[in-house]
């Protein structure tokens, strides 16, 4: 059955029907081959966050979606930056979710994998030292890792004066890590985009103009324009947009 806010299917088959979490799930999926989602959620006006964060942004139904997206995946991908300043707790799911997982073949948990440059992170972080599972860095080759990071995390060198982002996803593989879902940030978006890595994009669109000031979901360097079609798009019962684009 559906909780808290309905959300129903705009297109492709209209339905006024509330869409339960066995439906969604069907709807989102995991591929058959390796795959990188990005989820993100925006203003209509275009903005990756309020007063500085993304919370501003995410309501219940935003928030239900993403649980699932998380239970589906094998590693959740996230930028240390967003890392650090969302204040990222430990990757845990209810028991629910596990079970699921478990239905499915997979671990319990998903595999937390933090892309930094410099290994400005805190190995006391809750995302680091209470993960269920042990997290990995992918970093640059001459980073320097702080005192306490390798008894919390597997550190992977990936990149000359960069973290080169292919060979990144190509050491996630070889670890058995096929789903990907990236949640940021914006310049991590944008370098998976340039280096063509990005096979769908989950965008929930919040009914809110939040004005000039924050940034667009992606950032950084230029990047080939390339097409992304629409898979499907769903409605939530507060005015909530959510759209899902994915390759051939």
Not at 23 to 28: P, Q, R
Not at 140 to 156: C, E, I, S, Y
Not at 195 to 217: H, K, M, W
Request: aromatic letters at 4%.
């Amino acid at each position: 059955m559906s909780v808290g806010i309905p959300i129903s299917r705009l297109w492709p088959d209209p339905s006024p029907e509330p869409l339960d979490d066995a439906a969604l799930t069907a709807l989102y999926g995991r591929a058959d081959r390796p795959h990188l989602r990005v989820n993100f959620v925006a203003s209509v006006d275009g903005a990756v966050t309020v007063d500085g964060y993304s919370a501003g942004l995410s309501g219940e139904p935003d928030k239900r979606v993403f649980g699932l997206l998380r239970m589906l995946c094998d590693a959740l991908v996230v930028a240390a930056g967003t890392l650090r300043h969302e204040g990222y707790r430990a990757v845990r799911l209810n028991e629910r979710r596990r079970a699921w997982r478990r239905e499915h073949g997979l671990a319990e948990y998903p595999t937390l994998v933090v892309v930094s440059g410099s290994l400005d992170l805190d190995p006391g972080q809750a995302a680091f030292a209470d993960a269920p599972v042990r997290p990995v860095v992918l970093t640059r080759a001459d980073a320097t890792a702080p005192p306490g990071l390798t008894d919390v995390a597997d550190v992977v060198r990936v990149g000359g004066d960069r973290v080169d982002l292919t060979a990144g996803l190509a050491e996630l593989r070889g670890r058995g890590l096929d789903q990907l879902l990236c949640e940021g940030g914006p310049h991590l978006f944008g370098g998976l985009t340039a280096a063509d890595l990005v096979d769908e994009v989950c965008l929930t669109v919040a009914p809110l103009l939040a004005g000039p000031g924050p940034g667009r979901i992606t950032a950084g360097e230029e990047a080939a324009v390339r097409h992304l079609p629409l898979r499907h798009v769903l409605a939530a019962a507060d005015g909530v947009l959510m759209l899902r684009y994915a390759r051939d």
